[in-house]
């Protein structure tokens, strides 16, 4: 029994001194990436979904996409942000790149939709800067069957 007792021990010992949580040098963060350009369509039908092309500034190939930060306010508004893990301990390639990713957006409202796509912060005014943009609902499209 004791030999149990010393192997409980020894394994519980083993486990809480091996998997320490305190990593305070991570090499990596994450950083927004300016949306540049957004590919939306001109109005949208109630219950359809579309795939939205947003193309981002990667400021050098230390930025790895990781994905689109999508915030509701309310119903109708949407701000979007293209997020990166900026990696810092690598040899990086310096040198602005473009990227396009898809994010699918389905339409559950009746309205018009406003979304605001992040581009950056004014450098004179220290503001949020976005791309806004309006998108009007029209009802279901139906198909009239003729006799």
Not at 62 to 67: I, N, R
Not at 82 to 103: H, N, P, Q
Request: with cysteine; proline share 3%.
């Amino acid at each position: 029994m004791k030999k149990i007792k010393f192997l409980v021990f020894t394994f519980t010992a083993l486990v809480l001194t091996s998997c320490s949580l305190d990593d305070d040098e991570s090499n990596f963060h994450f950083e927004a990436m300016s949306i540049t350009e957004v590919d939306l369509p001109e109005s949208f039908v109630y219950g359809e979904t579309y795939d939205f092309n947003i193309t981002y500034e990667k400021p050098s190939s230390c930025y790895v996409f990781q994905g689109f930060d999508y915030v509701h306010s309310g119903n109708l508004e949407r701000t979007v942000t293209a997020v990166a893990s900026v990696y810092d301990d690598r040899a990086c390639t310096e040198g602005i790149t473009f990227e396009t990713k898809i994010l699918p957006f389905e339409v559950r409202f009746k309205g018009t939709y406003t979304f605001r796509f992040w581009t950056g912060i004014n450098e004179e005014t220290q503001q949020d800067e976005y791309i806004i943009v309006e998108i009007p609902v029209e009802e279901e499209q139906t198909t009239a069957i003729k006799p």
